[in-house]
């Protein structure tokens, strides 16, 4: 049984169109990762929230931990090609143990 | 160069054989793990280690041994191969420093037991 879930497991839009990912989860974590996994490589961390409300920009993709830090959402505005992957939380479950969601596969079409 | 390496990136075995993956870095990071990541399953740890001589089993380590030769070295072996250890393999690495354990990734291994 998997501590986070992800939705959509699967998401396919046209490029420049916006999209949201959600991970959800009964517990509560110190703090979230998200990760990037593009096919044939590893997963690539994006970012770490940390507190609880925490909003972080990274360029086109905005982050937030829910208040209760239960949750995360992922928001990508005008979707480009170069972010279609899969996306992968994880909720830091002590100082060497992280707890992964099963991922949203992203597919943006030119 | 790739911070962390892993070896082969393919694998195609048959069941009962005996194969061992491996798995360098250069981030000079002491913590290294192993994780297996199916479809739908998201990444399952099968074994981590805080240094060469500080070796643990993960959620899934039945089947599985590991071996921390030095720092930036630990090996994965699958003493008997079965078809149901098909999957991606990944060696990941983290500082202990670090406050969030961020973990940095190796390419993977994708790994076939007929």
């Known amino acids: 049984t998997q501590l986070l879930e992800q939705s959509p497991q699967f998401l396919s839009i046209q490029e420049g169109e916006n999209l949201t990912v959600y991970c959800n989860s009964s517990s509560v974590f110190s703090s979230l990762q998200w990760y990037r996994q593009e096919p044939g490589e590893g997963p690539v961390l994006l970012v770490t929230?940390?507190?609880?409300?925490e909003v972080k920009k990274l360029k086109r993709l905005t982050f937030q931990f829910g208040d209760a830090r239960k949750d995360s959402s992922l928001h990508i505005t005008a979707a480009q090609t170069g972010d279609t992957g899969l996306y992968l939380c994880a909720g830091v479950i002590n100082d060497y143990k992280l707890s992964f969601g099963a991922g949203t596969t992203v597919t943006v079409r030119a | 160069d790739a911070d962390v390496t892993q070896t082969p990136r393919n694998r195609i075995t048959k069941t009962g054989k005996r194969i061992m993956l491996e798995c360098s870095q250069t981030k000079g990071h002491d913590r290294m793990y192993w994780y297996r990541q199916d479809p739908g399953l998201g990444l399952q740890l099968i074994y981590y280690?805080?240094?060469?001589?500080?070796?643990n089993k993960g959620e899934i380590s039945d089947g599985y041994s590991v071996s921390r030769q030095a720092q930036a070295k630990f090996s994965l072996s699958l003493e008997s191969a079965i078809p149901n250890q098909t999957a991606l393999y990944f060696c990941a690495t983290s500082d202990a420093a670090g406050d969030y354990n961020e973990q940095f990734f190796g390419p993977g291994t994708r790994l076939t037991v007929l």
């Open positions: 929230v940390v507190t609880g409300g």
């Open positions: 280690s805080f240094d060469v001589k500080d070796i």
